[in-house]
């Protein structure tokens, strides 16, 4: 296979990837003033600069997207959080403890170059680990291509679009897609879920 044959692959894998990927860790601190759109065009670009360096050899397009993209995740964190933390010259540093209008009217306290921990144990959470959630996503993806060839394209319409959705988009009756679901259902009810 040629860089030109797998190209096209690792572009078909890696964009709903890409775009999940883009949705989860959009939660975090440092992608707060960032777009969605924004985040995908920097993990896209990530996996094309890296599509060169795929190896077949050694593992499948999916195990090498799937790093590509965990580590485009990194590289972005570190980056916004860099770019928070040093902020440019003649940039105007304002106190945590100042209080600022909000656009409706509302006094809040400015959270600008907060971190982490800091919102966390402000808003006594715990935030989610992009990571672990690709993981999850991961996992649940190799799930998939483990159904019958009959319902995965149904578990993966699924992971976009309700049960309603997807049958009018695959053209499914209510009782093919009740069936389906519950097929899907006991395939992953077989597997013992765990958080990290």
Request: proline share 5%.
């Amino acid at each position: 296979m040629t860089n030109q044959e797998i190209a096209p692959e690792l572009i078909e894998f890696a964009m709903p990837l890409v775009e999940r990927t883009a949705h989860k860790i959009k939660v975090r601190d440092e992608l707060r003033n960032v777009d969605v759109e924004d985040i995908q065009q920097d993990l896209m670009l990530h996996v094309c600069e890296r599509a060169p360096s795929f190896d077949p050899e050694l593992g499948t397009v999916q195990a090498f997207v799937t790093q590509v993209v965990v580590n485009g995740v990194g590289m972005l964190l570190r980056k916004m959080s860099r770019q928070r933390d040093n902020p440019n010259d003649g940039a105007e540093v304002t106190s945590l403890s100042e209080y600022v209008d909000s656009p409706d009217q509302k006094s809040e306290q400015r959270i600008v170059g907060m971190s982490l921990d800091d919102g966390d144990r402000r808003r006594q959470t715990e935030s989610r680990d992009p990571i672990a959630d690709i993981e999850l996503s991961d996992a649940v993806d190799e799930r998939i291509a483990t159904l019958p060839e009959d319902l995965r394209p149904i578990a993966r319409e699924l992971m976009f679009s309700n049960q309603k959705e997807t049958a009018a988009k695959l053209e499914l009756s209510r009782r093919e897609m009740m069936a389906a679901m519950r097929a899907i259902r006991k395939h992953f009810g077989d597997v013992e879920w765990t958080e990290k």
